[in-house]
């Protein structure tokens, strides 16, 4: 089991920034990626972005073409911890976000488990 505990949420203005962070703990030895997607109401979950977290496989970094260019994603192993970094945020990125463990991929289906989300809103 890995356990996955998303902060850093809250309202920002347009063009402002936030970091998310996801604080995991468990079997994380075995998670091979971490990625952050984000839900709307009445929207599906969407891909944001994804980071490979064992160290046994070649680094890897994927974006979704809607965040590329101002969201990054990182991690820090030693501290069991993934973060989001978001900048410029338009009011789109509104959602709630959230943590995943599993293989590295695009889908929701690849994640195993999941934190419980923090919100991001941002006003016009």
């Known amino acids: 089991q890995v356990q996955l505990v998303e902060s850093g949420g809250g309202l920002v203005q347009a063009g402002g920034s936030l970091r998310l962070s996801c604080a995991a703990s468990?079997?994380?030895?075995?998670?091979?990626?971490m990625g952050w997607f984000r839900q709307a109401p009445g929207k599906e979950r969407d891909f944001v972005a994804a980071?490979?977290?064992?160290?046994?496989?070649?680094?890897?970094?994927s974006y979704a073409d809607s965040v590329k260019g101002r969201f990054t994603i990182f991690r820090d192993n030693a501290k069991n911890t993934v973060y989001l970094q978001m900048n410029g945020l338009k009011p789109e990125d509104t959602a709630v976000y959230y943590c995943?463990?599993?293989?590295?991929?695009?889908?929701?289906?690849?994640?195993?488990?999941w934190g419980q989300g923090t919100q991001v809103t941002v006003s016009s």
């Open positions: 980071i490979s977290w064992n160290g046994g496989i070649t680094y890897y970094e």
């Open positions: 995943a463990a599993g293989r590295i991929g695009v889908s929701s289906k690849d994640y195993d488990y």
């Open positions: 468990g079997r994380t030895f075995s998670t091979l990626g």
